[in-house]
């Protein structure tokens, strides 16, 4: 995508015709530059308004991400956070990932779209212009990595407790970083950790939502995924939903900085959306270990019953649901 169509369209979201030559000015380019530039809008299904002599209109101007209007809706929170939104990135967690060891605590980064963004397991994250939410979130810890085992549940709390303020109520979670609806995939996480064992330690916590996936999108995903607008019924502000999340994870992170899972435990098992149901766990190193998810260890681990009568805890794996053992 090219650095300057997206700085174009926030331009063009006023709903007024802009001629090329203004345009041109205004950004220090050639016209030719401007058209060739607006001709990709179509590739992210942008539709755009060109008449002669009049120049170009965007006529449906996407849900753009204001650091403001983030602040505003966070309210008291607002000194918690500080808010960055970019245009474009290769990889919100990449970018947090490299920066300095003093970058500043709760540090969100939010990008209108993502070029290479990462998910659990070496997969592409798909972002979509003004249909996706893709943030990172840089987070300071006193304790060292064994502490932040169960780190990804808490920030599925999190999002359980977003969505469920915007009426989103019936969302599950899979173990250990999914959310579900309807067994179809709505949001994800990704924590990558830096530090040593015994601490200090930072975690850049990836969130991904879907809120309006054109078909196109859907397609090239290797999995079944919904997103916000097909079950709300209307496309619900990403300002408004980005500032609940973080809110949310202010008072989640607090709980687990002082009790880890063990005050959120119950509510994640309570989400769990393969609960007492046979399961298969696929292993890094190809193995698998099939039983009925039971529960949660305290540290986070998907504990499984097994035919042969045993408790198996699991601390990481691909979980899929499977057929009971006769």
């Known amino acids: 995508m090219h650095t300057l169509l997206l700085p174009l369209l926030r331009t063009l979201s006023d709903g007024k015709f802009h001629s090329g030559e203004t345009l041109a000015q205004q950004f220090g380019v050639s016209r030719a530059s401007i058209c060739n530039t607006l001709n990709t809008a179509s590739s992210m299904g942008i539709t755009l308004h060109k008449i002669r002599g009049r120049g170009y209109r965007l006529p449906i101007a996407p849900d753009w991400l204001d650091a403001a209007l983030i602040n505003t809706a966070l309210g008291v929170n607002a000194a918690n956070f500080s808010i960055e939104v970019v245009n474009s990135i290769d990889s919100?967690?990449?970018a947090l990932l490299r920066a300095p060891s003093d970058a500043p605590h709760r540090h969100?980064?939010?990008?209108?779209?993502?070029?290479?963004?990462?998910?659990?397991?070496?997969?592409?994250?798909q972002s979509v212009l003004g249909g996706s939410l893709t943030c990172s979130i840089r987070w300071r810890f006193n304790q060292g990595m064994a502490a932040l085992a169960g780190l990804s549940l808490a920030v599925g709390v999190t999002l359980l407790r977003t969505l469920r303020q915007f009426g989103i109520d019936e969302v599950q979670l899979k173990w250990p970083n999914d959310?579900?609806?309807q067994h179809r995939k709505l949001a994800g996480i990704l924590i990558e950790v830096q530090g040593d064992v015994t601490g200090p330690t930072v975690a850049i916590i990836g969130i991904?939502?879907?809120?309006?996936?054109?078909?196109?999108v859907r397609d090239?995903?290797?999995?079944s995924v919904t997103d916000l607008t097909e079950i709300h019924g209307a496309l619900i502000d990403r300002n408004a939903l980005l500032a609940a999340l973080l809110s949310h994870l202010h008072e989640v992170m607090d709980e687990f900085e002082q009790h880890g899972l063990s005050n959120l435990r119950h509510e994640w098992q309570a989400a769990h959306a393969f609960a007492n149901k046979p399961v298969r766990v696929l292993m890094a190193n190809g193995?698998?270990?099939?039983?009925?998810?039971i529960g949660l260890a305290e540290n986070g681990a998907l504990l499984l019953h097994t035919a042969d009568d045993k408790q198996i805890a699991v601390n990481s794996?691909?979980?899929?649901l499977t057929r009971r053992a006769p």
Do not use: F, K, Y
Not at 317 to 320: A, C, K, L, N, R
């Open 92 to 94: 919100t967690n990449a």
């Open 108 to 125: 969100c980064l939010v990008a209108e779209t993502q070029h290479a963004g990462r998910g659990r397991r070496g997969r592409v994250w």
């Open 179 to 181: 959310v579900l609806w």
């Open 208 to 216: 991904g939502i879907n809120l309006q996936l054109p078909e196109t």
């Open 220 to 223: 090239s995903i290797d999995q």
């Open 287 to 293: 193995s698998e270990i099939i039983g009925d998810a």
């Open 317 to 320: 794996g691909e979980v899929h």
